[in-house]
């Protein structure tokens, strides 16, 4: 008799588990696949910058202004800063319904060097896990000034693997960067270029990149020579779909008046933004 | 016929290879029951993707889940993955042992050293590198390499000397066959032969059509059965284009009827034909509880229960054993061949959808096709009756290997 009434017990106890488990792998089932549809339907492909060293987040404002000129449905734009202890502060935000936002990154620590180039690069990852996580995006195009390019290819190349089944990385610009930071030869290969070049199997190969070079005269933009914006094409020709390199001359060629140049502004609409309709002439 | 198969496997039972094997397996049964349970808590249990950790967000609000999984990491590690060294030491030691020779300590410990100098990896800058999938998954070469080093001990001890001295001369035969066989592993591993082994493999351009789904399911079965990793891993991966188109299809229609590759590993095999692990071993686990009246089956059975739920099978191999047991490989191929037909008919008819949504790893059984097409009542009942049905195809083999187990003459252990 007591054998039988454990028995009953023992058969009670596994049938709840059994209904409880398949109700809660029910609900996880439904959460889980409606996520994944919003994601794989989402219209949104932002376009995420990083300006260089010594420059905060607002960093892009004359630039997206200029972009906006004349649009029919303006860009909106979003700015994130993240702190030394790794805090992220919003300002701005993503109208409903753009499909094509700006999304601006700066760091509070902006300053020149490798090592910290490696530190922006993981302050980045934090900061697009948390867009991964508040935007249903499953592609998006990135765009770097100086420095903001070799955070970019760090991310790429270091973090990126963890979204790559969700979320593609299309487009990717990069003004003035100096992938070899102010050698004068490809000779002499700086540490973080033999690193990019290392690694350059992760980057994904579905990419497009542009890297543009500004020149004042035949060998710099004053700050960035022109061999050390080129040397991006031992990091990424081969590896990824399409790699273009474009030197720009004239006005506004020097390095920082790279992202206000006219012929750069003219660039980014034609090869980055891909939901970039003009007004209709009235 | 039952009776005929009953008189040739007591024949085949009583080998001493066969003996030799099961005595090997049952020492490695307790190591690798506690291994699986680890495996379970760390990939079930405490890891993002799993699916106890996902359903109720384990790894967010238990204290110390890192190091928790840290220490169950160490656990699996030192057991499961190091399965070659316990199996050469076991053989070694119930060669021997079987030959009513006094060196059977030795010869274990010969055993080890011997599968670790064919499993050393030359040419690591010096560091202390072992292959790992010899380690992991070299089972049935650990268990010849023990067996050989029983052999050779066995033949050439001397007598005349005492102790541990006896094994000089055997040890050095086998020290020198060793560095023979770590040698060719090494010429194996080379750049050049493993090209031109890739180069002669045959490579399947659609990995999805039915037949192939079926052939290669059971292949893995089969080599699973023979302790070697098969063609299909464990846990379905979700990132094969098939799977990723179907995922696709499916998002974007937002139904998963009509996806573009209905038969895949994923669909059939992943999903309905690996219930409990390979071969379906769930349905032998009930059957035991239903069928057996042998004591030892069914503590191995109610211990491995457990892992089995959350499909780790290793407990259940090792335990009945039904690795290099002829009897129950029958219904080890037979039950996942029918889940798999019955389900390809039912996804033919476009009864049910086909199983495309990711599953969390170690989902139980009927579960996964459940989850992978998103909550269809229709999938969980044919999940259910088709545990159903496999439970009857392990029955008559369940009690064929009771009988046997009486005519092998251990009958003290049987109860009522």
Known sequence: ?282 | MMNRLLAISTRFYKSRVTRIVRDTLSILFPIMLLGSFAEVLKFAFLSPSGFIATLFSVTKWLPFVHPLSQLAGVISRCTIDMIGIYGAYGAAYSTVKEYGKKSAAVAGAVGILSFLMISYQTGSRGRLVFNPTLMGQGLLIALIVGYVCGRVIVTFERNQLSGPYQVIRPLLIILLLSVLANLFISFLRSPQVQTFIFSITPHPVQGNAFPYVIGMGLLTDLLSWLAIGGPYTASPTFTDPPALANLNHALKAGTAYNAPFKYTATTLFHSFANFGGNGVILALIIAIFIFSKRKKFLTVARWSTFPAIFNNNYAMMLGVPILYNPILLIPFLLAPLVNMCVVALFLALNWIPAAVYPVPSGTPGPLIGFIGTNGNWLVLVLGIVLIAIDVLLYAPFVKLYDRLNENAGDKHETTD
């Open chain 1, 1 to 282: 008799m007591k054998r039988r009434t454990k028995l009953w017990l023992v058969t009670a106890i596994v049938a709840i588990m059994t209904v409880g488990l398949i109700f809660v792998s029910l609900q996880w089932s439904h959460k889980n696949v409606a996520a994944l549809t919003r994601r794989h339907n989402s219209q949104l492909s932002p376009v995420i910058m990083i300006p260089g060293s010594s420059a905060t987040e607002n960093r892009f404002d004359g630039l997206v202004k200029e972009l906006n000129k004349n649009q029919r449905n303006p860009h909106s734009l979003l700015k994130i800063r993240v702190t030394n202890k790794d805090k992220l502060q919003f300002s701005g935000r993503i109208r409903p319904g753009d499909k094509e936002p700006f999304i601006v990154v700066g760091f509070q620590n902006n300053r020149d060097g490798y090592s910290n180039i490696k530190q922006q690069a993981r302050q980045f990852n934090i900061a697009f896990k948390e867009l991964d996580k508040r935007f249903d995006f499953n592609n998006f195009k990135a765009f770097g000034h100086s420095n903001g390019g070799l955070i970019f290819t760090d991310f790429l190349e270091n973090y990126f693997a963890d979204y790559k089944d969700q979320i593609k990385i299309t487009k990717l610009m990069t003004i003035g960067s100096p992938f070899n930071f102010d050698e004068q030869s490809i000779q002499n290969k700086t540490q973080m270029l033999s690193d990019f070049i290392k690694n350059r199997k992760k980057l994904p190969t579905n990419l497009s990149v542009y890297s543009v070079a500004g020149t004042q005269n035949y060998t710099s933009d004053g700050i960035v020579p022109v061999v050390s914006v080129m040397a991006s094409r031992y990091v990424f020709q081969g590896q990824v779909k399409h790699f273009t390199t474009i030197t720009v001359s004239g006005t506004d060629a020097q390095h920082s008046d790279l992202p206000q140049n006219d012929q750069i502004v003219r660039l980014i609409k034609q090869y980055l933004l891909t939901h970039h309709k003009p007004r209709r002439p009235e």
